[in-house]
Every structure is written in structure tokens, then in C-alpha cells.
């Protein structure tokens, strides 16, 4: 069906590994009609988990989009992943959704991946609603799992059900807004609310109402009057603070045993927004602020959040926010000005696809023919060029040396990396200066792992790999003052000169930024083209630090004098200077190396305990923190991530297998003296 604009919704489930979000997804596809047999993880017959490494590994690596219809509304889904290797995914999905459904386990409540992507959803103002997922499980505690989102994610949870029956006896939940029962049985049945839950259900409606009135004017309103809140204005009040983020609607069942679902569909469509209410995209067109409104007659401008090399072309997929785009039309890549051809338009179903002639704004689609252009452009009209912000990349932390085996095969793993790193942003290839090894770079060893083995099996080649190496920083802890550095270079006709005066400093621990300059040059001594040659050219000398090569963050480069040559002088000349000035610079002050460290959250028997404490400090972990769950314990360290290569092995050895860890990379510190 083709809907109107405030009848669609794009919409991602977002959660920590394992939480049961393509488990979610299978069952809507399924309760929509979409598909017609329940696919399941564990037999690798999921919709979205369709490449052979996702149904290998049991989880999700690539985020899928699918397309449903529910009660009148078009729902473009979006499955992420859950591991935090692959977080980019994840970050590159938000950037073109409207709403996201958050799954959260009954049994572990707040996982660290959970709370990272709230925060990337933070970041994009995306509002969502939640599930609390797995009721059915042994240690199932919906108040409990409530109580971790409020107090880890510092956000209101407004929690619209009520179960009926705990852990295996979990058969339905009653609405605490329309006061019906909902039981799942052979299929879904509505009734009454039983009577032995009537008390609670009552006063739980009670608390709901008061915490809405608490926030939303017209329900406070009714509150006052009648000492209650009706149905119809508790849905809208819902409605609103969902949109604006004051508030977290929270639902809960069991996705696996086919209960809940039905609800948490009817709340993606009550409420989270279409494309027609989230605030118009921003770009910029000749350094000027434009806004495009989710407007099928306005100019054409589209993201490409996710490139794809299949069997039988390139796809690039789009998320449309203004105007139209047909088959056949011309497009501009607006950051490089570059015109492709869209020769066919399909609607996605994970790995299926359906040509269709034309999408409009709010469309989530995939386009053949673009050969260029990749993940975080702006396709537009040609005549309206616009750019909009691409997602953010995460710096890479780990690193492995790949080889052909062959040397005839060479060629070929270049052009594959190539490809590869076109499709997934966060990857990064480059050849070590010293060694001459070609150095894949990625978010962790199974980033990496997932990597090599697809290049592996899409190209044939057999692939050499190093052990994993982490990346390294390099920051001032001391820096040097008034350092003078005079550039001057004659080799017949014009020459180069430039002289600069530079202060080092480190930023403050506090800083959020990796690299500032200023500039207090006065008296037109450097002018102002030649200061941003200066800065251009200290970016340049970051790259590397002169401790062993890597690349230099936390610091402030002012730029306190200089001079000119009347006619030797030139932007080249101070970039020159401002490259070897700083190098120059930063070989005079004291330096300190930093390592990546990696927030670590192991899952262990209570027997196994001391084993476990004991290796993480073995391995330089501090521990921050341990919390007892029924016949388990949660620690939670701070390990250095050169530490963490192997860990999964060790931890299935100390914990006779039951032992489960999950990392979150943290930052960098220093690391100790060698």
C-alpha cells in the first residue's frame, strides 16, 4: 500500500546483543502479513539476519530495513545491531529515522549497549518508545527493569501495562489507558480486566496519571477538574511527550512466545512520528543555513546512509527528506558535485527488493546506478544543491595486517578492501610506512574478524592476518612556548618564506575537543589567509607524533606571531610552516603515549568469581563496580583494550563456559612506561 505522509513511519529497534530485536522484528513481519512462517534465530531463518556470517554467529552484523503495513500505516523498519563492534550501523541508521523502538531485557534490564545507543539516539533526537522484552523468562522483573531505565538512561519511564502472569506463567498485560485485558493464548484475546488484578491495575493507572499530569498542561488540566484523566487525552498527552522526549511510553512481553507484539505496534503508530512532524532537515547551500521540509513537491535531497555490493549490482540506499525522485532521472552528489543516474528505484525487504517508479520525501529506498557516491552524501536536485550533515564516524581502534596468500592475488585484495571500506565507513585500510604491510583498521576483533572473512567469501581469496593491534594516541603533557620556526626555501624564480610563533599547551582533561587553535597575531603581522594556511598546516603534523608515529589529540596550538616576505610569502609557504613548525614543537615538549581502554561488563557464576577478578587484574583492570543477580554476579571493569585480545577464551575457561562479557570502548589514558 502507498500511504500519505503522516501514515508513515521509519522506525528502528535499537538494544544490547541478545536483547531480541530480530526476534521482534520476525514476529511483526509475521503479525503483518508481511511473511508467512515465524523466522527464528537459533535456525537461522530470520528476514533481516539474511547474510551467511549473521546465521552463523547468531547475531546481528548489517542493519536491514523491511517495510510493513499496520492498521492503515506503512512502517519502514530498520533492525541494528547490538554489538558494540558495530556500533557505526547503528549510528548511520539514526541519522535517517524518525522514531525507535528500544528493546530492553525483563531479566538484565539497562545493558551497556543499551545505554550507548540511547545516547547515539540521544544525539539525533530521535524519539522512542520501549519494550521490555523476554517476560517470560526465570528472574523477570518489569519494575525492576524500569527502575534501571530511570535511574541508567536518567529519563521518565511511563509504563502503559501491567502483566498478567510472571516468568513462565506470563500470558497477557492488561492497558492501563483503554483498562482492557489482552491474552495470548492461540492468538490474541481481549477481555476484561481479571479480578484478581483489578486493585493493581487501578492504582498503577493511578500512578500513570498522576506522572502525565506532572508534565503535560492539558492532562493536569483534566486532573484538576476531575481527579482523573480520560483515555483519549492520556493518549494524546502520551503522544506528546513521546515526540518531545520528556517522557519514555514503556510496554513489555514476550516476542519469542508471539505476546505483546500487536501493542507495541498499535504505540509505533500512535506514538511516534510520521516525517511530516519532525522538524525540517537542515543543510547548507553556498555556506548558507537552508531548511527542506518533508514535502514531495520540493527540490529533491536525499541522504545515502548505506552502501551495498550485492551479486548483482551496487545499491545505495537513501533516506528521501523533500521532493520526488523517477527512475531514470539525474541526481548531484552535492559534496563533490559529480551527477549520477538513478536507473532503478526498489523498496527493501532485507535481501528482496521491489522495483518501483518513484519515491517521495520520507521514503525509505535503495537505488541503483550511483557508482560514486558514498555513505553520508547528499544526492539533491541539480538545480537546488543542498548538504546535509553525514553520520558521524568513529575513530578506528583496533588493528590487523592483511596479505594475499598469493602474490598473483594481490591486486585483487586491494580492490576488495577498497570495496569493502566503501560499504562500511568505520573500516579504514592504509600502508604502514614502515613495515610496508597493508594495515585493515576497524571497531574491534570482530568488527575485523566479520571483515576479513567477507572479503574472504565475496572475492575468493585467501587472506593472511595478523594478530591485532590497537591504536594508539599521543598527547602533550608539557608544552614549550614561543617557539619561533622560519620556513624559507629559494630555489630559483619565487621563493618560500614564513616565520610563525607558536604556544603548546595540553587542552583540559575536560575538553571535548581533540584539537584547537587560535590566533592572537595583531597588527596584520601574518594575514588572515596565511592564519588558516598556519592551522590547515598543524592539522597536517598531527597525523603523527614523534613518539612512535601516531596520531597527536588534546592540544592547543596558539599562533602569538610571524612575518612575511613581500613577495616570497604564500598560503604554501605557512602551511609548510605550520606542518614543520609544530612537529618542530612538538619534539621540544614532554610527550605522553595513550592506550584505548574498554568499559568491560562480565556475567559470571557466583563460584567462579575470584577466578575471574583475578585475571582482570592480571590483564591492568580496575573494577568499578559488581551487582548480584540470582545465582550470578555482574562486574563491571575498566580494562585496557590491548588487554581484552583473547578474553572470551580465557573467560569460557575460568567459568566452565557460562561466563559472558560485553565491552564498551571508553576513551584513551596514558598508558604505562615500557
Known amino acids: ?17 541478545d536483547a531480541g530485536k530480530t526476534t521482534v522484528t520476525e514476529r511483526i513481519l509475521y503479525l503483518t502479513g508481511t511473511t508467512h512462517k515465524r523466522g527464528e534465530v537459533h535456525d537461522g531463518t530470520t528476514v533481516t539476519d539474511f547474510d551467511p556470517q549473521e546465521r552463523d554467529r547468531g547475531i546481528t552484523i548489517f542493519a536491514a530495513a523491511v517495510s510493513c503495513d499496520w492498521d492503515g500505516h506503512s ?55 520501549a519494550f521490555v522484552n523476554k517476560m517470560d ?29 510472571t516468568e513462565a506463567e506470563f500470558s497477557g498485560v492488561i492497558d492501563l489507558i483503554t483498562m482492557r485485558a489482552y491474552v495470548w493464548d492461540d492468538g490474541l484475546v481481549e477481555c476484561p480486566v481479571p479480578d484478581a488484578l483489578v486493585e493493581q491495575a487501578v492504582r498503577r493507572r493511578r500512578l500513570l496519571e498522576e506522572a502525565v499530569a506532572e508534565m503535560h498542561p492539558l492532562a493536569l488540566d483534566e486532573f484538576a477538574a476531575r481527579s482523573t484523566v480520560s483515555a483519549e487525552t492520556l493518549a494524546a498527552a502520551l503522544r506528546d511527550l513521546t515526540r518531545s522526549r520528556a517522557g519514555v511510553v514503556v510496554l513489555c512481553g514476550s516476542a519469542y512466545r508471539n505476546r505483546g507484539v500487536e501493542p507495541l505496534l498499535d504505540a509505533v503508530v500512535a506514538y511516534l512520528p510520521s516525517p511530516a512532524e519532525v522538524p525540517p532537515v537542515r543543510g547548507t547551500s553556498d555556506g548558507a543555513v537552508q531548511e527542506r ?30 521532493g520526488t525522485i523517477r527512475k531514470g532521472e539525474t541526481v548531484m552528489d552535492a559534496g563533490t558535485g559529480r551527477t549520477e543516474r538513478i536507473s532503478r528505484i526498489l523498496r527493501v525487504q532485507a535481501d528482496q527488493h521491489a522495483e518501483v517508479q518513484q519515491a517521495v520525501a520520507g521514503d525509505i529506498v535503495a537505488v541503483v546506478g550511483p557508482k560514486f557516491a558514498r555513505s553520508g552524501a547528499t544526492l539533491c536536485a541539480p538545480a537546488a544543491p543542498l548538504v546535509l550533515e553525514p553520520p558521524v564516524v568513529t575513530d578506528p581502534v583496533v588493528s590487523v595486517a ?30 604502514d610506512s614502515e613495515t610496508g604491510q597493508t594495515l585493515l583498521s576497524g571497531m574491534g576483533e570482530l568488527h575485523l574478524e566479520v571483515a576479513v572473512e567477507k572479503v574472504r567469501r565475496a572475492h575468493g581469496l585467501e587472506i593472511g592476518v595478523g594478530r591485532p593491534q590497537v591504536t594508539y594516541r599521543e598527547t602533550v603533557a608539557r608544552g614549550v612556548s614561543g617557539l619561533v620556526y622560519r620556513h624559507v626555501k629559494q630555489e630559483g624564480g619565487a621563493g618560500q618564506f614564513a616565520q610563525i610563533t607558536l604556544d603548546v599547551v595540553p587542552l583540559d582533561d575536560d575538553s571535548t575537543e581533540e584539537f584547537v587553535f587560535r590566533s592572537v597575531v595583531v597588527g596584520g603581522r601574518v594575514p588572515q589567509e596565511y592564519v588558516r594556511a598556519v592551522e ?20 592547543q596550538v596558539t599562533l602569538t606571531d610571524g612575518a612575511t616576505h613581500p613577495k616570497d610569502s604564500s598560503e604554501l609557504a605557512f602551511r609548510t610552516a605550520g606542518r614543520l613548525g609544530l612537529r618542530e614543537a612538538l619534539r621540544a615538549s614532554a610527550m605522553v603515549l595513550l592506550e584505548p581502554v574498554a568499559e568491560v561488563t562480565a556475567t559470571v557464576p557466583e563460584d567462579a568469581m575470584g577466578g575471574v577478578l583475578g585475571d582482570l587484574a592480571a590483564r591492568r583492570g580496575r573494577i568499578s563496580g559488581s551487582a548480584a543477580r540470582p545465582g550470578t554476579m555482574v562486574i563491571v571493569a575498566t580494562v585496557p583494550l590491548a588487554e581484552l585480545f583473547g578474553y572470551a577464551t580465557q573467560l569460557r575457561s575460568r567459568t566452565q563456559g557460562r561466563g559472558t562479557f560485553t565491552t564498551r570502548t571508553t576513551g584513551y589514558v596514558p598508558a604505562p612506561a615500557r
Open 1 to 17: 500500500m502507498r500511504t500519505t505522509l503522516d501514515n508513515l513511519r521509519n522506525v528502528g529497534i535499537l538494544a544490547h546483543v
Open 75 to 129: 512502517i519502514n523498519l530498520i533492525d541494528t545491531p547490538g554489538h558494540v563492534d558495530f556500533s557505526d550501523e547503528v549510528e548511520r541508521s539514526l541519522r535517517v529515522l524518525d522514531g525507535a523502538v528500544a528493546l530492553f531485557d525483563a531479566v538484565a534490564g539497562v545493558e551497556p549497549q543499551s545505554e550507548s545507543v540511547w545516547r547515539q539516539a540521544d544525539r539525533h533526537g530521535v524519539p522512542r518508545i
Open 137 to 165: 523468562r526465570p528472574g523477570a522483573d518489569l519494575d525492576a527493569a524500569v527502575d534501571s531505565i530511570r535511574q541508567r538512561l536518567h529519563v521518565t519511564p511511563l509504563v502503559v501495562q501491567l502483566p498478567i502472569g
Open 293 to 322: 521540509i518533508a514535502d514531495p513537491k520540493a527540490p529533491f535531497a536525499a541522504l545515502v546512509f548505506k552502501v551495498n555490493s550485492t551479486a548483482t549490482g551496487r545499491l545505495t540506499y537513501l533516506r528521501v527528506y523533500s
Open 402 to 431: 592483511v596479505e594475499a596468500r598469493k602474490s598473483t592475488d594481490t591486486d585483487r585484495l586491494a580492490s576488495a578492501l577498497t570495496r569493502l571500506i566503501e560499504e562500511d565507513p568505520s573500516l579504514t585500510v592504509r600502508t
Open 536 to 555: 590547515a598546516g598543524c592539522r597536517d603534523a598531527l597525523a603523527e607524533g614523534p613518539l612512535g608515529g601516531h596520531p597527536v589529540t588534546g592540544v
